[in-house]
């Protein structure tokens, strides 16, 4: 098995209240035994700004961080905006991490420029972006995947980012919350063309962390695990439940 760092990310997307730090406190329980033998992983759960500011003061960990799932793309900390929140509220609340460009955002009017003017000012809070691409099942049937990835990438990242701020996570719309999965083989290509979109939108040659998002499960953890283009898991529904989440990260070592 790879000693390389792997990256298991958790996204409650609308879930969780103050009793759901159980779920983290499981979770850092599990970290502190399963850290002993060797692996290198980090841990991250995005949770709802609601509950963010309550872990941070009440769940104390050196092995799960905590993040937010999105924000508002005014360039200013402050705003006449109704009911939103900027970076800058939600780095002074305790995230460290920020999902940006999800596909459940982009849904609703998430456009790739808006995702930039994000992405720019979680930057310049030194939140650290963990940023979602993906094409819907349409677009796949249609042979527009990597036509669909290449525009996300290039019309939001620029070349004055700092790719070590960054995490990306591939997340084919049609597999979020379905049980369908790419193909291996499919999954493969995918990323090495990720990594080279990015190093062309980069400017840069760094290694880029890429994580796969979409149905992850115990059951079919399995079947990712040799794939070595894969950094890590961006986690949706398993993520709400500590045994479902410590059961993937226990069976893609095994
Ligand atoms: P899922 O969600 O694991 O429930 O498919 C993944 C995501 O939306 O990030």
Redesign the pocket.
């Known amino acids: 098995m790879t000693n390389k760092l792997k990256y298991f990310v958790g996204?409650w997307?609308m879930f969780g209240d103050f009793r759901s730090i159980s779920i983290l406190n499981r979770l850092h329980n599990f970290c502190n035994k399963f850290s002993k033998q060797g692996k290198r992983y980090k841990v991250i759960f995005c949770v709802p700004n609601s509950l963010i500011y309550f872990f941070k003061k009440n769940f104390k960990s050196n092995f799960v961080y905590i993040g937010a799932q999105n924000c508002h793309h005014h360039y200013d900390s402050n705003g006449p905006f109704t009911g939103s929140e900027s970076a800058g509220m939600i780095k002074k609340i305790g995230a460290e991490y920020i999902i940006l460009g999800?596909?459940?955002n982009r849904a609703t009017g998430d456009t790739n420029k808006i995702i930039k003017n994000k992405i720019k000012n979680a930057m310049e809070h030194k939140l650290n972006i963990i940023f979602?691409i993906g094409e819907n099942l349409r677009q796949k049937k249609s042979n527009k995947t990597y036509s669909v990835l290449k525009k996300q990438i290039k019309e939001s990242v620029q070349k004055k980012f700092n790719p070590r701020n960054f995490l990306f996570a591939y997340?084919p719309v049609w597999?979020?919350?379905?049980g369908n999965v790419p193909k291996p083989i499919d999954l493969i290509k995918i990323f090495r063309f990720i990594r080279k979109e990015l190093k062309k939108s980069f400017g840069s040659k760094k290694k880029f962390t890429v994580l796969y998002?979409?149905?992850?499960s115990d059951k079919n953890i399995g079947a990712f695990s040799s794939i070595q283009e894969i950094d890590g898991f961006?986690?949706?529904?398993?993520s709400r439940s500590s045994k479902k989440f410590i059961d993937i990260m226990k069976k893609y070592y095994k």
């Open positions: 996204n997307k999800h596909s459940e979602c997340e597999s979020i919350g379905t998002g979409g149905s992850v961006l986690i949706g529904g398993a």
